[in-house]
């Protein structure tokens, strides 16, 4: 009797108490989550989302850290270092470009889980969902769980239960983080990495000034976890790496007489978890971060877009060297430091007027930078104050100079994604989205700061009784989660595949090209070419280089020597844009007037190597390749 008695005293108020509140708090959350992906999410959209996935699978499938996605600027570049012979670069294309954290997790994933990459294209009217975007939405929304105990015990930690549970709360509410739970991309691991960063610092300040002496082993031991966080995220996105800075500048400003020690430690966490990965950067590239590191030269005058990426990144010298007509001369040395300042000064500008104020997805983040700002009498509070106001200027430093055609607020694929997916789609409210922003990683810690200015005020206004504080608390809680809430009473879309250009069944489709005979025109080893190449390496498992700068000289250069294109692959991202402005471009070798000249001559130049055209989906979308199914 007295051990049922006890059972029940541990269901009612134990540990189980406990333990069944949270499990009823996880089913809550992971179902509010299901409707959400259900009602509110088509698949993916972000670029960066499909070309981490690809990458993933390469992984899994043990061909190592290769793309399929290939990008004329990394071709050009891999290429002249030399590293890598072009005839293993035909085979076994290495990837430059993205850092490896999150293709590797997502990969481990991909292990363990069924995937299914095959759709049946006989059911093609009948899809629904892509099954390996499914459970990679699972993995982001057990990340966002994660984050979401981690903002609440900060804020018992930094406050009280109710700044933690408003601040919680608000996370959950806000918009912003489900859609990038739902995006496939990196931000949610970032933002985990992140919040332990702050705690992990929390800690170290806390310990080194309560006066209590501690040997110098423990904080040289979480200096070194410290750095090691800042460079784990360095390696998921590495505009992260920035982040290093606040660390160094913390440690050696608040750490008292442990702070030569903390901070040696921090950079060496940091080094030893970044510099194997840089190493082999340069080793491929001569680059520590490859092509990325490249993005100063993006969003240029020389590089408007995403010609960067797109453009072969050497051009003939003037000169022969060691008597030989060698491609030696960088494109982006042509590149002037007045176009870099511009574009820091436009970039800056859009941040502070568009992106601050909104930084944690709401208006309440004009209240969190108010906290921000506002003095209070708890030290690490300060303390952390501060780390996060240094963090925000080094990540809106590193966002304004490496920004590229992703976050390009009116790009024209992120506007032919709106108009495809129609009103109440995710795209069209989905501003910010994108694996560049980075001050989103600082918005569950701003909450914290939001709503601890708001508790203070209430105590400063002398509002003492508990259900007046209460009210007050869901109030805001509720206001700051209102959009979020009418969002699911906003017109849903209509068909949860985003039709245009990304429709996974119909990318498989084109990128074999199966015949009536059974035989495939497009083989698994071809390559094609495409505006899409990141959806064509995803959802077609193909391997696909981007769409050239130019089609003369840049596509004969490529398929002459390099490897021949089998298959071209145009959609709406370059036949649904403004003919005046792309047609009649100063470049005068445009694919735009290629297409538009195909479409109205009815033919193809003689020249050019594929004749043959597929039209099943024009007149926005095209496909041309060697053997001949349909003529034009």
């Keep these: 009797m007295i051990r049922v008695q006890e059972i029940i005293h541990s269901l009612e108020e134990g540990k189980w108490a406990k333990r069944i509140r949270g499990l009823v708090l996880l089913l809550l959350i992971g179902s509010l989550g299901l409707v959400y992906y259900l009602n509110l999410t088509r698949n ?29 600027l990394s071709l050009d570049i891999l290429r002249q270092q030399g590293a890598v012979s072009d005839e293993e670069l035909r085979s076994e294309f290495p990837d430059i470009t993205n850092p490896p954290v999150y293709p590797m997790l997502l990969a481990g ?25 499914f459970l990679i939405w699972l993995l982001n929304q057990a990340l966002f769980f994660v984050a979401l105990i981690q903002v609440f015990r900060l804020g018992e930690k930094l406050f009280d239960s109710s700044v933690a549970w408003c601040a919680a709360l608000v996370f959950l509410g806000t918009e912003l983080y489900w859609r990038f739970s739902t995006s496939g991309l990196s931000t949610m691991l970032l933002l985990v990495l992140f919040l332990a960063l702050a705690k992990t610092l929390v800690r170290l300040e806390e310990r080194g000034n309560d006066g209590v002496p501690r040997g110098g082993g423990w904080f040289a031991g979480m200096a070194l976890w410290a750095g090691a966080l800042a460079g784990l995220g360095g390696l998921t996105r590495y505009g992260f790496a920035w982040v290093i800075l606040p660390v160094l500048v913390y440690l050696g400003w608040f750490m008292g007489r442990h702070r030569g020690r903390t901070v040696a430690m921090a950079l060496l966490g940091f080094l030893l978890v970044m510099s194997p990965w840089l190493v082999r950067n340069v080793q491929l590239s001569g680059n520590l971060f490859g092509t990325a590191g490249l993005a100063l030269y993006s969003q240029t005058d020389t590089f408007p877009g995403d010609t960067l990426e797109r453009t072969l990144f050497y051009e003939p010298s003037d000169a022969p060297v060691n008597g030989q007509d060698e491609i030696k001369v960088k494109v982006a040395d042509h590149v002037e430091l007045r176009e870099i300042a511009n574009k820091l000064k436009r970039n800056l500008r859009h941040l502070l007027v568009h992106e601050l104020p909104q930084f944690s997805g709401s208006w309440f983040a004009v209240v969190c930078l108010v906290g921000l700002v506002v003095p209070f009498r708890n030290r690490s509070l300060r303390r952390l104050r501060f780390f996060l106001l240094m963090t925000l200027a080094v990540f809106a430093l590193g966002q304004a100079l490496g920004r590229t055609h992703l976050s390009a607020a009116n790009g024209t694929l992120a506007e032919l994604l709106a108009r495809s997916l129609g009103q109440g789609a995710p795209v069209t409210a989905a501003s910010g989205v994108n694996g560049e922003n980075l001050l989103a990683l600082l918005g569950p810690v701003s909450f914290l700061f939001g709503a601890g200015l708001f508790f203070s005020l209430l105590d400063r206004w002398k509002v003492d009784l508990p259900e007046m504080r209460l009210a007050a608390s869901t109030g805001l809680v509720v206001a700051a989660t209102l959009p979020m809430a009418l969002s699911f009473l906003l017109p849903h879309p209509s068909s949860p595949v985003a039709n245009l250009p990304y429709h996974p069944p119909r990318v498989q489709y084109v990128s074999s090209l199966p015949r009536e005979s059974g035989e495939d025109t497009i083989g698994a080893g071809d390559l094609l070419m495409s505006d899409i190449p990141w959806a064509v390496a995803w959802y077609g ?53 290629f297409v538009l000249f195909m479409q109205l001559e ?8 594929l004749q043959g055209v597929l039209n099943d989906f024009s007149p926005g979308q095209w496909l041309l390749f060697a053997d001949p199914v349909e003529q034009l």
């Design 602 to 609: 009815g033919d193809l130049p003689d020249e050019f190597p």
């Design 541 to 593: 498992n193909q391997d696909c280089v981007w769409l050239t700068r130019k089609v003369e000289p840049d596509f004969y250069t490529l398929n002459d020597q390099f490897r021949p294109v089998s298959a071209l692959y145009f959609t709406e991202a370059t036949t649904d844009q403004r003919y005046l402005s792309r047609v009649f471009s100063p470049i005068k070798s445009n694919w735009e007037r």
């Design 44 to 72: 993916f959209t972000a670029p960066e989302a499909m070309d981490a996935a690809q990458l993933a699978r390469n992984i899994a499938d043990g061909r190592g850290y290769t793309t399929q996605f290939i990008r004329p």
């Design 109 to 133: 994933l991909m292990k363990v889980l069924p995937f299914e990459f095959e759709i049946d294209l006989q059911k093609a009217n009948e899809f629904k969902r892509y099954q390996p975007e």
